[in-house]
């Protein structure tokens, strides 16, 4: 079957109503990105799972009754529990000597809210030293690397989208990989979807040439896995363990001993961190378990009652806030990775989203909802896990979470408070030490010179009372 017939099969005979008005060049620039499309995923496919996503939606009536938190088995908490971290340590720390231990980074994402066009790996919070969230977190691996003795750099795979891919490699190369070594940073890209219209029945095209595309949320993790070959690539490194994590944050431990102790020590083929959700109202959504399956649910998909609702120990019954942070084992990956590819669901997102007429030769700017984004959630995949084969490790915010969501001076969430949280962090590990700092002085802990707290006893008894310090390596 010709590309032309496979979408008119699918109901996307619009598509073509221009074709006869392109020269050569464009027709055929024009059907082979039909073509690279469809590979991806059918025309008529999409079309069918787009519908089934606009259904599921509406269905999504609030249903709390068989949600439940993780069982005691599944869920420990490292906060005030020295003893269990230090296990847990000692056992990650030999993985990563062991070269065993590689840290998957999903940075597709422009700064756009923040109001720049920059990949927001490269946004600069306002820290002394004026580091981007990159070299923060390059720095951390650094550390890492020194802590364990290990002889194996650890593997640093960086997932990139279409329009920031380039700018990203560009930017680690101008910045001589941040001090790493560049065979270890491994670029690769998500994927993209096709765009429908608010009906979920036609593709919507970008140009004469190009359907509109989108990324196709952090879900595509897996398919990017997939189609990068980066199981292949694991193996061929001995990687058992795999550290996930998103580049706003700014605390995240990369490689973090503790977390891959945590899941090797129980067997966990899956495991996620949380934070404690702040109080009842806070718009999180929360690790559960629903119909005996671990789980994601929205904050919106339970009632106030049982949001508020308390245990024993007067803590908040669901509490487990995600941070997306999660632990894969490889085996589990090497078993499941494709059927996750073919079987996670989409979900919809209502854009504005510009487009070409075709009919008229216009390019349209909408100023109210006129399309579909289709995107994939990466902790759709958590109920086909095992109970018993899954892991929720909760730490303490102020040590491992402070996400840059929103532009400079919102309340919350901003490069502002990102900053205030990476400072005070250093900080009160100076203080733990016995270093004295003034009030009012922030003096910022480079992440390659202390991975967690280590390595400061030099500045015992040190008076800092000079503002915007940078103590590096």
Known sequence: MSVIDLYKSAGQEQLFQHLDQLNETDKSQFLSNLEAASRRISPQKLVDD?????????????????????????????????????????????????????????????GTRLGSSAPKGCYDIGLPSHKSLFQIQAEKLISLQRLSGTKSPIPWYVMT?????????????????????????????????????????????????????????NGGLYRAIKDNQLLQDFEKKGIKHVYMYCVDNVLSKLADPVFIGFAIKHGFELATKVVRKRDANESVGLIATKDNKPCVIEYSEISPELAAEKDSSGLLK??????????????????????????????????????????????????????????????????????DKFGCLEVDRAQEFSPLKNAPGTANDNPETSRAAYLELGGNRLKKIGAQIADGVSVEVSSKLSYAGENLSQYKGKVFDKDNTVLEN
């Open 50 to 110: 787009c519908k089934k996503a606009i259904s599921q939606s509406a269905e999504n009536a609030r249903d709390s009754s068989s949600v439940e938190p993780l069982p005691a088995t599944s869920y420990q908490s490292v906060i005030d529990n020295a003893s269990a971290q230090e296990e847990y340590y000692k056992i990650g720390l030999e993985s990563v000597t062991n070269g065993e231990v590689a840290v998957v980074l999903m940075a597709g994402g422009q």
């Open 161 to 217: 989208s279409k329009p920031t891919h380039n700018t990203t490699k560009d930017f680690f190369e101008k910045h001589n990989y941040f001090g790493l070594e560049s065979s270890q940073v491994v670029f690769f890209n998500q994927g993209t979807l096709p765009a429908l219209d608010l009906q979920g029945e036609k593709l919507l095209l970008s140009s004469p040439t190009d359907l509109v595309e989108s990324p196709d949320g």
């Open 318 to 387: 669901l509490r487990a806030a995600n941070i997306v942070n999660h632990y894969y084992s490889v085996e589990l990956l090497k078993r499941d990775l494709d059927q996750w590819c073919e079987h996670m669901p989409y979900h919809i997102a209502k854009k504005k989203i510009p487009c070409y007429d075709n009919t008229t030769g216009e390019s349209l700017k909408p100023t109210e909802p006129n399309g579909i984004k289709l995107e994939q959630f990466i902790f759709d995949v958590f109920p086909g896990v095992s109970l």
